[in-house]
């Protein structure tokens, strides 16, 4: 039964993304939150029913994720989450649309500053938009 599959596919896709150790994000078009893992959700200090339906910007302090939703690209950025350095990636979720992809939402992934690479990367991103921001002004 279709129903049944469907039902497998999310315990699977739940189960993988529970699993990950970095935060993770899923964001309507609008921006709204409609899903969290746990590693995003203890990064938060908040409990998954109390998020689902924010505004994922009230949580990564960022307009990215809206801006991935209207623009199809993916982005890259640094953030301060309660004072922890992370890198986020924002993802379009695409589906096919008669031969053109059209975004449903954005997955945001948090890469945590415990991690050392993280951390190295996170200082090199940050020192590299300084001196991008400088040479523009």
């Known amino acids: 039964c279709e129903l ?3 039902k497998e596919l999310q315990t699977t896709l739940s189960g993988v993304l529970s699993a990950s150790s970095d935060g993770v994000f899923v964001s309507d078009i609008s921006g709204n939150v409609k899903y969290i893992n746990e590693s995003a959700r203890r990064l938060v200090a908040k409990i998954p029913e109390h998020i689902t339906g924010i505004p994922v910007k009230e949580f990564l302090r960022s ?10 690209m ?18 379009p979720i695409q589906k096919d649309n008669n031969d053109r992809p059209e ?17 190295e990367i996170t200082r090199k991103w940050l020192s590299l938009k300084q001196q991008v921001q400088y040479y523009r002004d």
């Open 63 to 72: 307009a990215v994720p809206v801006q991935v939703a209207k623009t199809g």
């Open 74 to 91: 993916a982005e890259v950025e640094a953030c301060d989450i309660n004072g922890r350095n992370c890198i986020v990636s924002h993802i």
């Open 4 to 6: 049944e599959s469907v």
């Open 103 to 119: 975004t449903v939402g954005v997955v945001s992934t948090v890469y945590l500053d415990d991690n050392i690479l993280a951390e």
